[in-house]
């Protein structure tokens, strides 16, 4: 079955750095676009990033760009998305997100990113 396990979330200062990964099985890992999404609590889940199958052309929301990067690793079924110059409106719960047909259909869960 599929499987989406994030890990890499923790406490940072404002102005600080993360990596966050997400390990994939069930699945071939290949195959799907993927993305990380966030919530924080008593706001609406966003779209953060989100990365196609060969790993081109990235896209991500307007309120991380410049800061974060997404990326993957198909040989390791591993996604990342590397947090620069955070802030503290990007505290939130992070979450892995596989794509299939224009809709996301399997969600980790979660890791949580805190700036203070």
């Known amino acids: 079955h599929v499987q989406l396990v994030e890990s890499g979330g923790g406490l940072v200062q404002p102005g600080g750095s993360l990596r966050l990964s997400c390990t994939a099985s069930?699945?071939?890992?290949?195959?799907?676009?993927l993305a990380w999404f966030r919530q924080a609590p008593g706001k609406e889940r966003e779209g953060v990033a989100a990365?196609?199958?060969?790993?081109?052309?990235?896209i991500y929301a307007d309120s991380v760009k410049g800061r974060f990067t997404i990326s993957r690793d198909n040989a390791k079924n591993t996604l990342y998305l590397q947090l620069n110059s955070l802030k503290t409106e990007d505290m939130a719960m992070y979450y892995c997100?596989?794509?299939?047909?224009?809709?996301?259909?399997?969600w980790g869960q979660g890791t949580q990113v805190t700036v203070s």
């Open positions: 997100v596989k794509e299939y047909e224009d809709r996301y259909d399997y």
């Open positions: 069930g699945f071939t890992f290949n195959n799907y676009c």
């Open positions: 990365i196609y199958t060969g790993g081109d052309t990235p």
